[in-house]
């Protein structure tokens, strides 16, 4: 009886085989707001982000966003993590299955000591072991271990689909900064041939004695100012242009090609793209899904690590087939074995299990805090693009009401200058004016897609969670049969 007892221990081991430690929360509550609190367009209806750039009407938009996330370093970083996480989990798995290794070996020869007494004969062995091993999971350090590999791996997909959202704003936000400073540079060059016409006509005056000699040159100033001014909006627009070519990887010329068709300001860029309430969006974001699974991966670590302070019970056996030949005669051998089924139990390790427990408990609860923090995040940019779209918008027909007044208003300096009853202070003045207020209207039609390309990025860009992805195919699959 008393040689029976330590079987009797692994047997209540191996019973206890499977049993979890207990874990933090894998999933913690999100604290995100009860309601959007600034304007909603048009009631704010869910609509498929991933088309969200066919509304621009851009096939140029369209496929250098394509081009910039297939040259994207971020994009292949994102994908190298990918492959890691799921290298990763590949072995988590493997390691609570039995390992088995086959060793092979031959050998020819004969001993000295056979030479000495007669001439020992040449021999030939040959050899072949199955060896296998198992830890028997007892407290579930390798499962948990499986989970945590499992969660990295899932937030590693949705990395990988926030980097190509972000790749795609910032390609959009380049594009049509370009494509406002085009807008900025035909007002600027506008200006610059309205003062060098009038420097033209005052010169013209000031040689037949009509005007004096510093009014001409107050127009000569006034009109290389104006050309500056357009010479700095040029550079800006190609810097621009330089930007695009390092973004999408497509070549200048190329480009500049594509670039001529011109575009005109889209309006009405999904209006029904936002979701009804704030914990809706959570389902969108994949870096709000990204920090969910560190927060399920560092529950499972610590899981492991507890387990980590219990007993390891180990497993191994053989089967092995052996061949000599020696002196015209064949030996063939057959072994196996079971065991031994060993027993490890942690006793003395002057603290380092605890205090491995104690910072995997630490890295769970900062996890939780980012996870909250990006929740809050996520919620505070939709509400900041909400909020900068609902400006611009109010901003845009004021602007709009500014030039066209402006622009009557300096028609009629310009006449009264020209028939002599105005000044050219006036004309300037009057001048700077409308100028000021056509970059103001450029400016306002930035800011509004500068809010919906915010909006995109805030939203997810098109991204769901993969529950939610696999629901609405088996959704459609059903509407279709």
């Given at each position: 009886?008393?040689?029976?007892?330590?079987?009797?221990?692994?047997?209540?081991?191996?019973?206890?085989?499977?049993?979890?430690?207990?874990?933090p929360?894998?999933a913690?509550?999100?604290e995100?707001?009860p309601?959007?609190?600034?304007?909603?367009?048009?009631?704010?209806?869910l609509?498929?982000?991933?088309?969200?750039?066919?509304?621009?009407?851009?096939?140029?938009l369209?496929?250098?966003?394509?081009?910039?996330?297939?040259?994207?370093?971020?994009v292949?970083?994102?994908?190298?993590?990918?492959?890691e996480?799921?290298?990763?989990?590949?072995?988590?798995?493997a390691?609570?299955?039995?390992?088995?290794?086959?060793?092979?070996?031959?050998?020819?020869?004969?001993?000295?000591?056979?030479?000495?007494?007669g001439?020992?004969p040449?021999?030939?062995?040959?050899?072949?072991?199955?060896?296998?091993?198992?830890?028997?999971?007892?407290?579930?350090a390798?499962?948990?271990?499986?989970?945590a590999?499992?969660?990295?791996?899932?937030?590693?997909?949705?990395?990988?689909?926030?980097?190509?959202?972000?790749?795609?704003?910032e390609?959009?936000?380049t594009y049509?900064?370009l494509?406002?400073?085009?807008?900025?540079?035909?007002v600027?060059?506008?200006?610059?041939?309205?003062?060098?016409?009038?420097?033209?006509?005052?010169?013209l005056?000031a040689?037949?004695?009509?005007?004096?000699p510093?009014?001409a040159?107050?127009?000569?100033?006034?009109?290389?100012?104006?050309?500056?001014?357009a010479?700095?909006?040029?550079?800006?627009?190609?810097?621009l242009?330089?930007?695009?070519?390092?973004?999408?990887?497509?070549?200048?010329?190329?480009?500049?090609?594509?670039?001529?068709?011109?575009?005109?300001?889209?309006?009405?860029?999904?209006?029904?793209?936002?979701?009804?309430?704030?914990?809706?969006?959570?389902?969108?974001?994949?870096?709000?899904y990204?920090?969910?699974?560190?927060?399920?991966?560092?529950?499972?670590d610590?899981?492991?690590?507890?387990?980590?302070?219990f007993?390891?019970?180990?497993l191994?056996?053989?089967?092995?087939?052996?061949?000599?030949?020696?002196?015209?005669?064949?030996?063939h051998?057959?072994?196996w074995?079971?065991?031994?089924?060993?027993?490890?139990m942690?006793?003395?390790?002057?603290?380092r299990?605890?205090?491995?427990?104690?910072?995997?408990?630490?890295?769970?609860?900062?996890?939780?805090?980012?996870?909250?923090?990006?929740?809050?995040?996520?919620?505070?940019?939709?509400?900041?693009?909400?909020?900068?779209?609902?400006?611009?918008?109010?901003?845009?027909e004021?602007?709009?009401?500014?030039?066209?007044g402006?622009?009557?208003s300096?028609?009629?300096?310009d006449?009264?200058?020209?028939?002599?009853l105005?000044?050219?202070?006036?004309?300037?003045?009057?001048?700077r004016?409308?100028?000021?207020?056509?970059?103001?209207?450029?400016?306002?039609?930035?800011?509004?897609?500068?809010?919906?390309i915010?909006?995109y990025r805030?939203?997810?860009g098109?991204?769901q969670?993969?529950?939610?992805?696999?629901?609405?195919e088996?959704?459609?699959?059903?509407?279709?049969?």
């Open positions: 009886m008393t040689h029976l007892r330590p079987l009797a221990a692994a047997g209540l081991l191996l019973l206890l085989a499977g049993c979890a430690l207990p874990r929360p894998a913690v509550e999100s995100a707001a309601r959007w609190y600034a304007p909603l367009p048009h009631g704010g209806r609509v498929d982000l991933s088309q969200w750039w066919q509304q621009f009407r851009e096939p140029v369209v496929d250098l966003i394509a081009a910039a996330q297939a040259v994207s370093p971020d292949a970083t994102a994908g190298t993590r990918i492959a996480a799921r290298a990763n989990r590949v072995a988590a798995q390691a609570q299955l039995p390992a088995v290794d086959l060793n092979a070996s031959a050998t020819r020869g004969n001993s000295q000591a056979g030479q000495v007494v001439g020992g040449v021999s030939t062995v040959l050899q072949s072991t199955v060896q296998a091993s198992w830890e028997i999971d007892l407290f579930g390798r499962q948990s271990q499986a989970d590999a499992g969660a990295r791996l899932r937030g590693a997909e949705a990395g990988w689909h926030d980097a190509r959202v972000a790749i795609a704003a390609t959009a936000t049509f900064d494509r406002i400073c085009e807008r900025q540079l035909e600027t060059r506008n200006d610059a041939q309205s003062r060098a016409e009038t420097a033209r006509l005052t010169g005056s040689e037949a004695g009509f005007t004096a510093a009014v040159a107050q127009a000569r100033a006034s009109a290389a100012e104006g050309a500056v001014r010479l700095q909006q040029n550079a800006q627009c190609e810097l242009v330089k930007g695009l070519v390092a973004l999408t990887g497509v070549g200048e010329p190329e480009l500049r090609r594509r670039l001529a068709e011109g575009w005109t300001e889209p309006a009405g860029i999904a209006d029904d793209a936002i979701p009804p309430l704030p914990a809706a969006l959570l389902a969108q974001r994949p870096d709000v990204a920090a969910e699974r560190n927060v399920e991966a560092a529950s499972a610590v899981g492991a690590f507890l387990a980590d302070q007993p390891r019970l180990t191994t056996g053989q089967v092995g087939s052996g061949t000599i030949r020696a002196g015209g005669q064949t030996l051998l057959q072994t074995a079971i065991g031994p089924l060993a027993l490890s942690p006793l003395f390790d002057a603290g299990r605890a205090a491995a427990t104690d910072a995997a408990r630490v890295r769970y609860d900062e996890a939780v805090v980012q996870y909250r923090a990006r929740v809050r995040q996520a919620v505070r940019e939709v509400e900041e693009a909400l909020v900068n779209l609902e400006s611009a918008r109010a901003r845009a004021d602007a709009r009401t500014a030039v066209e402006y622009r009557i300096l028609a009629a300096n006449a009264r200058y020209r028939a002599g105005g000044t050219l202070i006036e004309l300037e003045d009057q001048r004016t409308l100028l000021v207020a056509e970059l103001t209207l450029v400016g306002v039609q930035r800011d509004r897609v500068a809010a919906w915010a909006l805030a939203l997810g098109g991204w969670r993969p529950e939610n992805s696999a629901r609405t088996s959704q459609n699959e059903e509407v279709a049969q």
